[in-house]
Structures are given as structure tokens and as C-alpha cells.
């Protein structure tokens, strides 16, 4: 039995909504943080912003692979936002911010780059000074679009604990707010949006497999697809090593303190834990099956779509990829129509890992 793929993308740009459209929707947001299942059920709010979402579109059929396989459509990534006034959705806190205090002195957040990038494009759009904390040897080409964005790029330890810290530090110097990469219901419910934009082209998707980190998209996306479509089922994909299958089955976090990073290839999804909000939404909403992908099974998923679809994505993208073609028979019933999140473009072409398998951190 064949299944039909869906491909989607998240990271800096996958959606953009307009910034001016904030005004007066206060009413909507003043209790989102009390009410975290509700506010994440309004990334129907979110998406009222979002302006010229890119449409799904077939690239790949199973008959153009020459193996009778799956039909493979996708929502096409860009660069950087055409528009100025076009952040994307995930960083709706951005605006919430620059609404609810006009004289805020900005913004500040920790990142393995992504979220970072997303924070600084839209602080800049804003118009509010913003501060980024990166591990050391956080990969090149998303430090140096954090910095081309106009964020103030701050080096940290490569630890979970170093990045909160530095952030912290920065806020109570500063006054800036931190905007969390996945611990808040507002990122969260904008990452919603992602799940809105699968399901309005592709209403009768039964399965979203999506990259974990902190866990953030995942919550954002299943309580948004639970809404929409309660019988389409959303997995984490994650790699070797997080171990959050088990946490989820007996609902309760059985990880070993502090909190790491995992020796993987793939930096945007490399935090052990997932966030203290995020995880009993996690055991709520999503599924407790979780897909654990090496990374040998990551740059196999990365090169199929490289070679195949003509997109550079991520690692983290690799896995989701992989654990579609290669895993779901793991699952009963079987999914035939699956979305999969490409979370991310930031790839450094002087390391591709079929390449050269050095990590660029």
C-alpha cells in the first residue's frame, strides 16, 4: 500500500502575516498565558494575520520516481520574507510585545539559530531592538543572518542551562522581554498556523510527523490539527538518544537532570528535554509513538530531498523525512496520507553531510 506525502515548511518563513494587523485584537490575546489549550486553539487567530501563504503543490509523483512510490507535494520554502511588514507566525510575541508596551526596549531570546532568526527578522519589522543567544558554534549561516537582520548575536556555553541563563542575564540588565523558543502558549499557538495551512490544502490528512526540540511546533501543530481534524494523527520525529516515547506513554518527564544536548547532526532539534508547558500538552495532544532517526537516516532523508526535490533542507527536515518513507508500517493503522514539516533551511553548503560529515558546531 502506497501513501501520499505532504511536504510543508516552517523555520523563518513558512508563513507571513501582516504586522499591522494587530491592531485592536487585544481582547483576543490579554489571557493567553492562563489559558495555554485555548490560545493554542487560536492560531485560527494567527492566521487571520498571515498574508500570501504559499499554496501546497505537487513537485514529485511515485511515477516520476520510477518505483510506482509515494505522490510527494509540499509547500515551497524561500529566503528571507518578500515584504518588510511580513514576520512569520511563530514569533507572533514579537507584536504582542510591541503592542502592549510601545516604549518596550525590545526583545531577547535563546536559540540554536532558527527561532533566533525568526525573533530577529521580526523585532526588526517591529522596530524593537533585540538580543540573540547562541551556543558557541552554532552554525555559520544562521548566525550570520540573525546579525543581517540587525540582532545583537551573544555567544554562550553549549549547554540548555548556559542559553536560559545568558537570556536571563541580558533581560534583567536590559529590560527586554524574552520571547521562549517553545516554553510560550503565544509561539506555540503561531506555530499552529503551520497545521492550518497542511489541512486547509490537504483537509483529509490522517498523520503530521514534525521535528522535536523543545517541542513548541509539535504542541502548536497538534492541538491546532486536533481542532481542525481529530481523526489526523501528529508523531514527533526525533533523534537518537531524546528518548521521548517513554516519557510520553507513562506522562510523566523521566529524563535525567540537566537538561543536554544530544550528539546529533542535526542542531535545531538537539535539546534532550522538551519545555515544562510544552510536554503535558505533548502528552494531551500528540501521539506517544515516537520516531527515533540516527543520523545516517537524517542525511539519507536530506539527499533524497536535495537530489530529488531541488530543496536544501536541514537535518532535522532529513529525519522527518526519513521516518516517513521508512517507519510508518511501525503503525497501526498505517497513515496513507502524512504532512511532514521541513523545519528549516539554514544549511551550511561547505558541510553537507553526505559530503563531509563534520558538524559545522
Avoid at 42 to 64: H, I, M, Q, V, W
Avoid at 279 to 308: H, N, W
Avoid at 345 to 357: A, K, Q
Amino acid at each position: 500500500m502506497s501513501n501520499d506525502y505532504f511536504y510543508g515548511s516552517s523555520g523563518c518563513t513558512c508563513a507571513v502575516w501582516n504586522s499591522h494587523s494587530t491592531h485592536g485584537r487585544g481582547e483576543h490575546t490579554t489571557n493567553m498565558q492562563e489559558h495555554p489549550t485555548r490560545s493554542l486553539s487560536n492560531a485560527l487567530l494567527c492566521r487571520e494575520y498571515e498574508e500570501d501563504p504559499a499554496p501546497l503543490k505537487t513537485f514529485l509523483s511515485g511515477s516520476s520516481l520510477g518505483n510506482g512510490g509515494p505522490q510527494l507535494s509540499f509547500i515551497p520554502t524561500a529566503g528571507a520574507p518578500a515584504k518588510a511588514s511580513s514576520p512569520p507566525p511563530r514569533i507572533w510575541q514579537v507584536f504582542l510585545e510591541k503592542e502592549r508596551n510601545p516604549k518596550s526596549p525590545g526583545v531577547v531570546t535563546h536559540s540554536s539559530g532558527n527561532h533566533g532568526q525568526a525573533v530577529a527578522y521580526a523585532a526588526k519589522c517591529a522596530g524593537l531592538p533585540c538580543s540573540v543567544v547562541v551556543p558557541k558554534g552554532t552554525p555559520k549561516v544562521k548566525c550570520d543572518a540573525i546579525v543581517n537582520y540587525g540582532a545583537e548575536l551573544v555567544f554562550c556555553e553549549p549547554s540548555p542551562a548556559a542559553r536560559k541563563e545568558v537570556c536571563a542575564q541580558i533581560a534583567e540588565a536590559t529590560g527586554k522581554a524574552i520571547i521562549h523558543p517553545f516554553d510560550n502558549y503565544n509561539v506555540m499557538a503561531g506555530q499552529g498556523t503551520i497545521a492550518l495551512e497542511l489541512l486547509e490544502e490537504v483537509p483529509d490528512l490522517d498523520a503530521i510527523l514534525v521535528p522535536i526540540s523543545g517541542g513548541g511546533m509539535t504542541s502548536g501543530i497538534a492541538v491546532a490539527t486536533h481542532g481542525l481534524n481529530p481523526n489526523c494523527r501528529v508523531f514527533a520525529v526525533e533523534p537518537v538518544g531524546k528518548d521521548l516515547q517513554r516519557s510520553l506513554e507513562s506522562k510523566e518527564r523521566l529524563w535525567p537532570n540537566p537538561n543536554r544536548f544530544l550528539d546529533t547532526i542535526a542542531d535545531s532539534i538537539r535539546i534532550q528535554q522538551v519545555g515544562d508547558l510544552t510536554f503535558p500538552i505533548l502528552c494531551d495532544y500528540a501521539e506517544s509513538k515516537v520516531f527515533s532517526v540516527t543520523d545516517d537516516q537524517m542525511i539519507e532523508g536530506m539527499r533524497f530531498i536535495f537530489e530529488r526535490m531541488k530543496l536544501v533542507v536541514e537535518a532535522a527536515s532529513g529525519a522527518a523525512v526519513y521516518a516517513a518513507m521508512n517507519s510508518l508500517e511501525d503503525v497501526t493503522p498505517p497513515p496513507r496520507k502524512v504532512g511532514v514539516i521541513l523545519c528549516g533551511g539554514n544549511v551550511d553548503l561547505d558541510h553537507l553531510p553526505w559530503i563531509d560529515r563534520k558538524t559545522s558546531y
